[in-house]
């Protein structure tokens, strides 16, 4: 099915760095692209000269900080998900039906499988027909919206919990999402965790898939981006946004070993509306 798409790359402060585009050059796509700024990035013209008028889109972040629930009454306004959602106008403005949001920094994008050699990796090199996949998934699924999974999500292998669900209910980083949709990120901080959790106890549904997965550049190693705000403010206030949003749901935790961080937990069985088989239906009287 022929669809009328766009990529949206987002960015900030790293005009230089805009590491995803040359990726996804690699994986052979060469459909639309863009790469989208706010208007408080001092680098802007920077973007402009690197990429070309026609590819930099900016937008007005403060005229959209006024659409949404930030969860906070803070004028901090370093944060993505102002970007995510001025991402739905701006694919509606340039006619196209569906939009993937991208963060800045993923250096590759891999096909996962099992074969009788064992749990398999090949790097993507066509990704248009990855993404006819993944719009497919969206439709088919019914679906708010469909993501890669990452690397990260397959730590265990083919015995991990995530390789065996295979699809599972999040989404982060790479998002395929529709134009006409009315669903917005939630949240300044955690907006993925905070609208996958709290659209889902409202019957949204939310989707990863680990057949496709995608790595990026360690969280704080480069200047730019979120990694300001994560610096200034820690992992323990973000996973607290989605706390705050989904209380039913959502938890703090520990995890990692020698290096120990705040993240979020999420119970399902607490956050996602169940459909009872008709099995159970009890006879008319």
């Known amino acids: 099915m022929d669809r009328r ?30 790469v989208v700024v706010d208007d408080m990035d001092s680098t802007v013209d920077r973007y402009i000269s690197n990429f070309g008028q026609d590819r930099v889109i900016v937008f007005d972040k403060r005229a959209i900080a006024d659409t949404f629930d930030a969860a906070d009454v803070s004028d901090d306004l370093r944060a ?25 920094d993923y250096y590759d994008f891999q096909h996962r499988y099992e074969d009788q050699s064992g749990f398999r990796m090949r790097f993507v090199r066509d990704m248009p027909a990855v993404f006819g996949a993944m719009f497919d998934f969206l439709d088919d699924s019914g679906a708010s919206a469909v993501a890669f999974g990452q690397g990260g999500d397959l730590i265990g292998g083919h015995t991990g919990h995530r390789w065996k669900q295979r699809v599972v209910r999040k989404m982060m980083n790479a998002i395929f999402c529709r ?44 200047s730019g981006g979120m990694t300001d705000l994560y610096r200034a403010e820690g992992t323990y206030r973000k996973s607290m946004y989605s706390v705050m949003m989904c209380p039913s749901a959502v938890s703090v935790t520990a995890m990692g070993e020698t290096r120990v961080r705040i993240h979020h937990r999420v119970s399902w069985n607490s956050c996602a509306p169940k459909i009872i088989s008709e099995t159970h239906r009890k006879a008319a009287a």
């Open 5 to 34: 798409f766009c990529v949206f790359i987002l960015s900030h402060g790293r005009p230089d760095t805009v590491l995803t585009l040359k990726t996804l050059r690699e994986c052979g796509y060469t459909g639309d692209w863009y």
């Open 80 to 104: 993505v998900v102002f970007a995510r959602n001025a991402s739905f106008e701006l694919a509606r403005e340039r006619g196209y039906d569906y939009f993937v949001e991208m963060d800045d």
């Open 179 to 222: 134009t006409s949709d009315e669903w917005r990120f939630l949240g300044r901080v955690n907006e993925d965790v905070n609208t996958y959790t709290t659209l889902a106890t409202r019957g949204h549904v939310f989707l990863s898939t680990m057949d496709v997965v995608l790595n990026q550049k360690n969280t704080q190693t480069q």
